[in-house]
């Protein structure tokens, strides 16, 4: 998720797919779930660390990856150390920029994969992946298990950077796993691009700043089928994106050098230079637009693109021009750090990382409203999610505020947790249930009539 505030940290908490699959609610992609599915079921849109509360439990060690959910089960990462590691932080801090400084970890940690109960929230089964000295260091505000895991129903894929893809069917056994060599990151900030599933592949962007590449495993044995250098891109933090749009199938990738989109061959389609020193939000689509968003709250362009299907070559728009055959409109001071923009009710809305929120037409870039400060918002990492016509957006301290979707700012009210309840990692809607992951603990948010049972 970094969902985060010094110059990097995650792109967890970015994303956008759309939850629900059959009869029964599913999460099994990056961030899926940042809406509830059109049947009118929703969670409740109050709660506190007690009130409309299921059941929530607690989470040994620590991770920025959100949950997912398939056949009534929870699954989740983390990953636990042996001896004592730095405590997170919150904010925007310049000071710990480098994380070359601290004391390298001297510990062995273990990378660990939790199954829960979606309706009770008692633990089914816990399986260690790895047990290792951590190969490289990560940022105080990063984590060892940033990266979101997926899953296709019948195998749950846990990807930790620097590490390795561990891969368990829904019972835990484990089926296979591939290990990758660790690489360097920018001021060794660490990593955070989750895995994703797309028919018979896993993919797996590896951004950092010795030699970028992805890579498609077949998701059944591991085998490499595929494998792509990614020449002149440096340390990123953006989860790919697959956009079926009406002419073809793309894997595209949101970078600091340039973002690009692939067919499934691993041919490159189309590439936009990037303006920004980092690339931490998701890739989304919207009624046949792609949306691209990159920034940083103190340095470089924070610019957002919106692209046509079936575009090729370079369709970076020549300056003073904002748009062109394939770039519907861009705007170069608009694009968040961290958190992910969202559509809802017509409008795109995008929160920012130091507590302000602005809207814009999807369609033409233009500003519904400027950015508006989120009273006592304070610091955002992770992405808002949408249902009942309000946005739901949870800042780093815990606390969720209730925001109207639509053309006008208003701030409807905010849903506090517990004081140990840090909030990087972006919240998952199930049907009725919420599901909330903090430092602590994992919360399962339900309506009083479900809570109550």
Known sequence: MLRTGVLACLALVSGFLQAGVAAEPEVGQFLQGRFAKE???TPPEK???TENVLWKTDVPGLAWSSPIVSGGRVYLTTCISTGKDLEPRKGLYIEDLDANKYP????????????LDLSSGKKIWEATAHTAIPPKPHHIK??????TPATDGERVYAYFGNVGLFVYDMDGKPLWQKMFPPQETQYAWGTSISPILHEDRVYIVNDNDEKSYFVAL??????EVLRVEREGEKTNYATPFIWKNDQRTE????GVGWSRSYDLEGNLLWKLKGKSILAIPTPFEHEGLLYLIAGHVLWGENPMYAIKPGASGDITPVEPATSNEYVAWSALKTGPYHPTPIIEGGVLHVLYDRGFMAAFDPKTGEEIYPRKRIPNGRA???????????LFCLNEDGVTFAIKA?????????????????GMATPVIVGDKLLIRTSARIYCIAPTSVAGK
């Open 39 to 41: 049947s009118g079921v």
């Open 47 to 49: 709660w506190s660390a």
């Open 104 to 115: 390298k970890p001297k510990d062995p940690h273990e990378w660990k994969v939790l199954c």
């Open 142 to 147: 990063n984590t060892l298990a940033s990266e």
């Open 218 to 223: 077949d998701k059944k044995t591991g085998e």
């Open 251 to 254: 894997l595209v990738t949101s």
């Open 380 to 390: 955002f990492t992770s992405s808002p999610v949408a249902f009942g016509g309000k």
């Open 406 to 422: 639509g053309g006008d700012f208003e701030l409807l009210h905010s849903n506090p947790l517990a004081e140990d309840d840090m």
